[in-house]
Each structure stands twice: as structure tokens, then as C-alpha cells.
Nanobody, 123 residues
Framework: QVQLVESGGGLVQAGGSLRLSCAAS????????MAWFRQAPGKEREFVAG????????DYADSVKGRFTISRDNAKNTVYLQMNSLKTEDTAVYYC????????????????WGQGTQVTVSS
């Protein structure tokens, strides 16, 4: 079992950047694939990005590819989401999630979730 706590959300102007962090408890963080999801008001939760525990491979939603970068630091039990060139449509609550599986990242069963952090992009 792993517990997740997100941080780093906030208000930013369009074109700006934010870095989200997700700190995980537990000694087996390195054996979990990690992902970021988001949910905008009135919309379903969607996959944003993921990183596999097995080989470090990554996957991104088409809407964020080239703008967002997911990374992990197993020594710090932390996964990051660097978000650049933010758009108003990126406004959402962002959730960190963990899965013991490794592929395909966007279809894994994510059993552990954080509480979410709000990202608001203004025009």
C-alpha cells in the first residue's frame, strides 16, 4: 500500500509553467508505476501522463504531449509533472495515482490515489 500527497498546484497565466509533485509513503515506491490524471468541472477524469516502474517508459495524453513531462525520483519517493506552455483548458484538479502494473500505463488499474491539487490557468 502506498499513500500519495500532491502539491504544487496554483494559479498561473496562460503560457506559464507549474511543477506538480507527488510524495509517496512506503518502501516499495520503486515498484509502482505512477501517473497523473486530471478532472475538470463537468468532465470525466482523464489520463494525463504516466511512468512505468519496470523500465521508466512514459506515456502522455495527446493534449499534453510536448508540453508536459513526467519524471520520478525513487530515492525521494516522488513523482513530478512539469507543465509548460499551460493553456486555459489545462485547468483541472490534478491527481497522482499508483499501480503495481507496468503497461499499458493509461489502462492500468490504479489502486492508490492522492487527494488532488487544483491547477487554474487564466487567460
Amino acid at each position: 500500500q502506498v499513500q500519495l500527497v500532491e502539491s504544487g498546484g496554483g494559479l498561473v497565466q496562460a503560457g506559464g509553467s507549474l511543477r506538480l509533485s507527488c510524495a509517496a509513503s512506503g518502501r516499495t515506491f520503486s515498484r509502482y508505476s505512477m501517473a497523473w490524471f486530471r478532472q475538470a468541472p463537468g468532465k470525466e477524469r482523464e489520463f494525463v501522463a504516466g511512468v512505468s516502474w519496470s523500465d521508466g517508459s512514459t506515456d502522455y495524453a495527446d493534449s499534453v504531449k510536448g508540453r508536459f513531462t513526467i519524471s520520478r525520483d525513487n530515492a525521494k519517493n516522488t513523482v513530478y509533472l512539469q507543465m509548460n506552455s499551460l493553456k486555459t483548458e489545462d485547468t483541472a484538479v490534478y491527481y497522482c495515482a499508483a499501480s503495481p502494473g507496468w503497461s499499458p500505463l493509461r489502462s492500468l488499474e490504479y489502486r492508490n490515489w492522492g487527494q488532488g491539487t487544483q491547477v487554474t490557468v487564466s487567460s
